[in-house]
C-alpha cells in the first residue's frame, strides 16, 4: 500500500495586486495550489507570467493582498520579524543572479557560518564548524580550504551557485525554491548544478520547486508542472499530462516554441 503524501505548502485564491487606480497590475491572479513533501515541482511560463513574484510570495519576502498560505497543514504565520525567521527556516531559495546573492562584504566563512548559527549550531566547537563547512563545499565539488578567507565574488557565476547549495546542505530546509537558478551560467555547469539539487533533494526528502520558462528542465527533473500566464495557473498536472498531452493553447504554444535544430525555426509565434 503507497504511502500518502503530505503537503507541506498550499495556497487558496493567492492574489498579488501593484500599484492602485489605472495603473494597478494583477500580478498573480486568485491562484490555488498543494505542493506535497518530497514533490519536484516546476512552475513554468515566460516573463511576465508572475511566477518570480508568485515565488516571492511563498517565500513571505512580499505580502499577499488577497488569499492564505497554509504551511504544514497550519495556515502560515509570519507577521513578526521572529516567527519569519523561524519560517525560513524551513523555506530557503536559490535565485537567479549568482552575482547579486551574496553580501559583498561578508567572506564565504560568514555565509557559511550564518547557516549553522541559523540551524542551531553558533556554541558548536569551531572544529565542528570547520567540519560542517568542509563536508558542504565537498558535496558541491568544492574546497572550503581554497575558499576560506575569499569573497563570493571572487568565484566564478558557476562557483557561486554551487556555494548557494551548500548553504542549503548546511540548512537543510524542506522547501527550497529555486527560481532560474541555471540561466546565467553556462551549459556545463547547468546540469552540475541540477545535478546537485536533486541528489540534495533526494537525500533530505525536501520539496523542490522550479520557477522557470524552461519547459524542457520542467519536463526532465518534475513530478508535476504548472503552467503559469498572466497570473493565473492555466494548466496542471504530472510532467507527462502536461508536456506530452498539453490542453492549454498557451502551454502548446510554449512547446512549440522550443527550438528544435533539426527542424527550421518557426517565429511567426514571436510577438
Known amino acids: ?67 492564505s498560505v497554509e504551511f504544514l497543514g497550519k495556515k502560515r504565520d509570519i507577521t513578526s520579524g521572529k516567527k519569519k525567521q523561524e519560517y ?87 522547501i527550497l525554491i529555486a527560481d532560474e537558478p541555471t540561466s546565467m551560467i553556462d551549459a556545463c555547469s547547468r546540469a552540475t548544478i541540477l545535478d546537485y539539487l536533486i541528489q540534495l533533494r533526494n537525500e533530505t526528502g525536501m520539496t523542490l520547486i522550479f520557477i522557470t520558462h524552461d519547459i524542457g528542465l520542467a519536463y526532465y527533473v518534475s513530478d508535476t508542472v504548472y503552467i503559469m500566464e498572466r497570473g493565473k495557473f492555466v494548466e496542471r498536472g504530472s510532467a507527462d499530462d502536461v508536456i506530452l498531452r498539453p490542453r492549454a493553447p498557451y502551454t502548446k504554444r510554449l512547446i512549440s516554441d522550443v527550438p528544435k535544430i533539426y527542424e527550421e525555426w518557426d517565429l511567426s509565434t514571436v510577438e
Open 1 to 67: 500500500m503507497a504511502l500518502e503524501k503530505k503537503p507541506c505548502l498550499s495556497g487558496v485564491g493567492l492574489t498579488k495586486t501593484f500599484g492602485f487606480g489605472r495603473t494597478k497590475t494583477l500580478a498573480v491572479d486568485h491562484v490555488d495550489f498543494t505542493f506535497y513533501e518530497g514533490e519536484i515541482v516546476s512552475i513554468v511560463g515566460e516573463s511576465g507570467s508572475g511566477k518570480t513574484t508568485l515565488a516571492k510570495l511563498l517565500l513571505g519576502l512580499i505580502n499577499e493582498t488577497e488569499g
Open 88 to 174: 525560513w527556516k524551513s523555506i530557503q531559495a536559490i535565485f537567479q543572479d549568482p552575482f547579486s546573492s551574496y553580501n559583498i562584504f561578508n567572506k564565504i566563512d560568514a555565509v557559511l557560518l550564518d547557516c549553522i548559527n541559523m540551524r542551531g549550531g553558533r556554541n558548536l566547537p569551531k572544529e565542528e564548524k570547520v567540519k560542517l563547512m568542509t563536508e558542504a563545499c565537498a558535496f558541491v565539488n568544492l574546497k572550503y580550504e581554497e575558499l576560506t578567507n575569499k569573497y563570493p565574488f571572487e568565484l566564478s557565476g558557476g562557483q557561486m551557485q554551487r556555494l548557494m547549495i551548500a548553504r542549503i546542505f548546511l540548512l537543510k530546509p524542506k
